[in-house]
Structures are given as C-alpha cells and as structure tokens.
C-alpha cells in the first residue's frame, strides 16, 4: 500500500512518463538477464560438449610400483575420461606401461604391501585395466605406439590414474586425460530451448504490445479489480494520465464498491486525476467515503488522495495519520501536502514531528520545509514557531 503511493506521486511529478521509464528499466533487465543465461549456458554448453582438458604432457615413468606415476581427480561422476598415452619413439623395443584406474585408498593398500616391488591387485578392483607394450617399429620412423582407452567414472568415490612401468629401465611418455560429461547433449537441448523460448517471448510482447497497451475508460474502469496487480496498477496509471472529468463522476461511483481493492484504487485514481485537473471538489466526496470506511488500508488508500487533492478541511484527518506510529511513507506523503497547502493550523502537528526523537530525520526534514513555508507565509521564522508550538 506504501508502495502505491511512492508510486503515484512520483508519477504525477513527471507528468505520467514513469510508467515508460519503468518498463524500459523492465525490458533492459529481461534483456539483461536473457543475454547473461545466454553466455553461461554457452560457456556450460562448450566445457560439456566439448570437454575438458585435464592432463597433457611428457612424463617419465621409472620402473616399479614405487616409481609409479598417478594422477588423482574428485568428483568423477557421471564423466567420460579418455586416456591416451603414446610411447616415444626412443623408448627400445620390449618396453610395457600398465595403465589402470583404482580407488584411491585401495592403490594406498596395495602399494603399501608390495615389499618386492611386484604389483598383485585383485581385478574386481580395477575399474579398466591396460596395457601397452613397443613394438618392433624402427627408431628411425617417427610412428609412436599409442594406447587409447575411454572410462565413465560412475560415482564421486576419489579414484587415482596409475601408470606402471614394467621394465627395467625408465620410459618416455606423453600422458593425455580429457573428459566429457555423459549427458553433454543436455547442454544443447537446454540452451536451444532457453534461446527458442527468449525469441517466442520477444515475438509475442512485439505482436501483442499494441493489444495490451490498448486501454479505454471503460477498460480501466473494470480492471480496478483485477486479480493481477499489475493489471490494476496499469489501469489506475491510465486513468490518472489520461482521464477526463467524467471519469471522476464515474470513480466516486466506484467509491461505493463491495470490493475493497476497488474502492481504494479508485481513490487513488481520484487523487491523481483530480490533481492533474486540479478539481478540488472531490475532496469532500473522499472525505465522506473515507468516514464510512471501514478497511484500514482503503482508508490509507483515501487519505493519500486527499493529499492529492489538496483538500484543505481534511486537515484533521491528515494530522490524525501524520501524527501516528505507523506507515512512514504515508506520513512523509502527508508532511509534503501540508507543505503544498501551507495550512496555518497544521503548524502545532508539525512541530510535534521534529520534537519526536522517535521520527526519521528524513520526516522531520519535510516537517521543517513544511513549517518554513507556514513560517514565510506569516512573516516569521521557522524558529519561532517551533518555539511556539513546543511548549
């Protein structure tokens, strides 16, 4: 409900261009958004489609199980790893590199009861097992014997690439790993249906934006109570804009609405056409309805359409919520009215607002303009009519 009123007063200062400023910061943060999911899928999109790299590079690997090299990654799950190892043409003939993936904890043990350098692990435990040997390819021609082998780590268990070499002597090696996500084709469907979905969007606000800009008195008259409180906000905004005196005749009738909601957006309709027309006569016809009011937040509602207004013998009304405890931006609402009207008597309630340690300073600031004004009016200051009205 403050937020109704923050929103018409700003509205009516820029003479009802808000409306358009506030749907363009709107379609600015859609489009914001729109291109910010459509970079992080693309990024998702190429890591998983087409993956990672995680190791890639030469490395010699002495002989035995104590000179082994391992690499270990977390969080395996659901990934494809593709080993590739290529032997270098200067390693002799003969030679042997055991490659194999291993629960972390589980090559801890083995290797740690392999006193004579043998290596005995019980297959079950291996989740691949290969191996590649040289073959009798001449030195001289430059065609490395390549092991290439692919593994779907099926959960988030630590497992450990080992690499054994067999041999007596050291060997040179070139170790690649990269991985894939098993379900990589998700992140083309996802992105493509993001991207279908952004584009069927922009098309149907572009082919509909007329229709639903389309709005007539008798349109926003009914759309008062709508479910959708943006729909009603629209048609208040409307009708504050572009509103003629009939539709005033036409609001106070809705003032007598078993509905609540419609009676106080009418009367902050009210409060803003009638301030565009500047037809104060509307007044006395919120005051009165506000006096057989009975919801306490249509009457809020009433009362910042008298400070529309500008209704000078609601002053009672207005000192009443000005001087109580809650609704703060209601209550600066009412301090900037009272500024406007420059009512002499209102200066005593004023006065009380900048003397209350428990006020904001911002309402006792619009408190202080108020009384300035009064204070101008009448040809004194500001101090002496808090002086006045403090004791």
Known sequence: MCKRIKIEKITLS??????????????????????????MTSLITVSSVIGGLVMDRPKTIQPGISNVFIYSIDNFKNRRYTITVELDITVPEGFILQSFVVFRNEWERVRANDSLGLIDINPTLLLTNNTVEKSNASILEPEPDILIYEVIIPDNDDWTFVFLSLNNADMLCHIRITNRHILWWLWIVIPSIIVIGLVSYGVTENVTRYQRATMESSKALKKLGEKSEGERKRSVYWLISNGTEEDLVALAEQLNSANSIVRGNAAWAIGGLARRLNDKTYGAVITQKFNEETDPITKEEMVAALCDVGYKPALQILEKYLLSDNNEILRFRITEALEEMAIADSAPSLVKIINNDKNTETLKLAARRAIKKIADNQGTTVEDLIKKYSN
């Open 14 to 39: 820029l003479g009802g261009k808000k409306p358009l400023r506030a749907t363009l910061k709107r379609a600015s943060r859609i489009s914001i958004l729109a291109f910010t999911l459509i970079v």
